[in-house]
């Protein structure tokens, strides 16, 4: 790094006075001038002794001739520099200069040698061309020119505060830094026009690019404060703050690496590391673009998860699941997967995710528009809306975490609820949800299990979801009747379509389920087999709950000691409300012809009748 011109007698110098020389005095020893003549002032640098002569010294340094001539010693020898700016080093350039040698500048010594010659009192009140006026020259035609150069710069002043603070250096280089970046930003956002591209002109000028701009990277290696401040400076300049948003993943992917997000433990880090980086994150944070789509959803992820294992401030949390509720159509399925990182009673943090849903709900039904305008819609739009894909989303989450044994039933069902209505087109998304979670938690009641089924709409089911419903164990009687009713009305209104009645609905009934109505004979052939399939289930179903009543009777009936002999023989149907009401719904079903109890409430079982499906 340093170019001597001036290397002078040090073979010649005898064994006995190199044994004699310090480990300083051997590196001074090469470039001072002679060594006729002795050293007469020994300077401590940071610790580190300098063997030197007065005279070079005190002709520029201005701090050293105040020492000198304030001494009260007639002959000063040592003189103590305990807080150099840059220590040993930045001292060491700072006397080659009082001695006349040689050596290099650059911009990675420039700021501690700016920073001892302020220190050093080195003005041009001492001697023309003075090492201050030296280095502010560099500074000025050199280092602050370009944004590679000043970056350099200001991170080396990360280690000279305050001197680098009180003499402006630190914000001279921070403002170099915004100007140069504003103007790359420009010329970059110009270069379309100049091609002549007009479309990618346009694009570039929303910047909505994931891409960081080239210089992007060597902001990473300042520190947060630094980094922070650089950014401000940047848009109080004109800098673009949705441009930003790359420039902040860097820096987080870049410091905030090494966290062990999915530990089972606790913190690995040092206390002293966990609170840095808690420090950066909610920094970060603080620096996150207002506009939206400007951070992607799985990086708002991250942080989330960082500030949860971080512990950062419940704001800076809040703060983020607001984000990702603005953006949650653009989530995906991993994106919600946030675990716990060390012990909770589920596995996901449920609750957070329930917060990010409430806040994208929250944003719908005020009705602002936060997404593109309409002169930034390059893009086709999806078929699917927002609402639809938020659905699917929250379904898809659902059955994911529907298996977790410690989830609670009221947890699931205020999640679910959080669906719309309207983003549902088919409930068979929530009926997968319903029947994982059921299948998880075999030890619920029957009524947590009609709390659980009164989630999803049986008249939205798919006929594959119909059909598994129907003989699914796990579902209570009573939805299961109810997926078999309305199936069993929708064939009928899809074969009176099929056969030209005069139903209105009868044509989108039948669009529903097949893309073909030509060949109706064979949609009536096959819905014919469906109708006696499903015939056959509703009678199984009728001779399970009888088979229930009996055995509950005959429980009943050991234990009361006031039943008749008599009691046993007769049929429960009219005992119990449950099937009174059931016989009646099932009364309506056209193709059953089952017949209601009479006005009585008396029922007389019949065995043709209860055999009997015509």
Not at 26 to 46: G, K, L, M, N
Not at 126 to 152: D, F, M, Q
Not at 178 to 186: D, G, R, V
């Amino acid at each position: 790094m340093v170019d001597l011109d001036d290397e002078r007698g040090v073979g010649s110098m005898n064994s006995k006075k190199k044994e004699l020389l310090s480990t300083a005095m051997e590196r001074t020893s090469e470039w001072i001038f002679s060594q006729e003549i002795p050293s007469d002032v020994t300077v401590h640098a940071a610790g580190t002794p300098f063997a030197l002569h007065k005279f070079p010294l005190v002709s520029k340094c201005g701090y050293i001739r105040k020492l000198v001539s304030e001494s009260s010693e007639a002959d000063l020898s040592d003189i103590e520099l305990v807080d150099v700016p840059g220590g040993a080093e930045a001292f060491e350039l700072a006397a080659k200069f009082c001695y006349g040698i040689n050596f290099e500048i650059s911009t990675e010594n420039i700021a501690t040698l700016r920073c001892a010659a302020e220190y050093l009192e080195m003005t041009e009140d001492y001697a023309v061309g003075n090492l201050v006026g030296r280095t502010e020259a560099y500074l000025k035609e050199v280092a602050l020119k370009s944004l590679a150069g000043a970056i350099t710069v200001l991170h080396r002043t990360e280690s000279l505060f305050p001197i680098a603070e009180k003499m402006k250096l630190v914000s001279r280089c921070i403002d170099a830094i915004a100007f140069l970046a504003c103007k790359e930003s420009q010329f970059s956002m110009t270069a379309g026009n100049e091609d002549g591209n007009a479309i990618i002109s346009s694009m570039a000028s929303h910047h909505k690019s994931p891409f960081a701009e080239w210089w992007a990277e060597d902001l990473t290696i300042l520190r947060i404060d630094i980094f922070q401040r650089v950014l401000i400076a940047m848009t109080a300049r004109g800098y673009k703050q949705y441009a930003l948003g790359p420039i902040l993943m860097l820096y987080a992917q870049k410091s905030l690496r090494g966290l062990d997000i999915f530990g089972k433990g606790r913190k690995k880090i040092e206390p002293e590391q966990e609170h840095k980086k808690r420090v950066i994150l909610e920094t970060i944070v603080g620096l996150l673009p207002r506009e939206k789509n400007t951070m992607s959803v799985s990086f708002l992820s991250m942080l989330l998860r960082a500030a949860m294992y971080l512990e950062t401030t419940v704001a800076c949390r809040l703060d983020l699941e607001k984000r990702m509720g603005l953006q949650l159509p653009q989530a995906v399925l991993d994106d919600l997967l946030i675990p716990y990182s060390f012990t909770g009673d589920t596995l996901f943090d449920v609750d957070t995710v329930q917060r990010i849903m409430t806040n994208y709900l929250e944003y719908e039904m005020d009705g602002r528009r936060f997404g593109f305008n309409a002169d930034e819609e390059y893009v086709s739009p999806p078929p699917p809306s927002d609402t639809e894909r938020v659905g699917k989303l929250m379904e898809n989450y659902l059955a994911e975490i529907a298996s977790d044994r410690n989830l609670s039933v009221s947890r699931f069902i205020n999640l679910a609820e959080l669906v719309p209505e309207q983003a549902r087109l088919t409930e068979d998304g929530m009926y997968r949800a319903i029947d994982i979670y059921l299948k998880a938690h075999p030890s619920l009641s029957e009524l947590e299990r009609k709390k659980v089924c009164s989630l999803m709409d049986c008249q939205k089911l798919s006929r594959e979801a119909c059909a598994h419903a129907a003989q699914n164990d796990r579902l209570p009687v009573q939805t299961v009747v109810q997926v078999l009713y309305y199936e069993q009305q929708r064939m009928r209104d899809t074969m009176n379509g099929s056969l030209g009645g005069e139903s209105p609905a009868a044509p989108r009934k039948l669009n529903v389920y097949s893309t073909d109505i030509h060949p109706v004979s064979d949609d009536l052939s096959r819905l014919k087999r469906e109708n006696e399939d499903l015939k056959i289930e509703l009678v199984k179903m009728k001779m399970r709950l009888r088979e229930i009543e009996k055995s509950t009777l005959k429980s009943a009936g050991g234990s009361s000691a006031g039943s008749t002999p008599s009691s046993a023989d007769k049929p429960p149907l009219p005992r119990k409300s449950f099937i009174n009401s059931m016989s009646k719904k099932l009364g309506r079903l056209y193709p059953f012809g089952i017949a209601p109890p009479n006005a009585k409430g008396k029922m007389k079982p019949s065995k043709d009748r209860r055999h009997s499906i015509s």
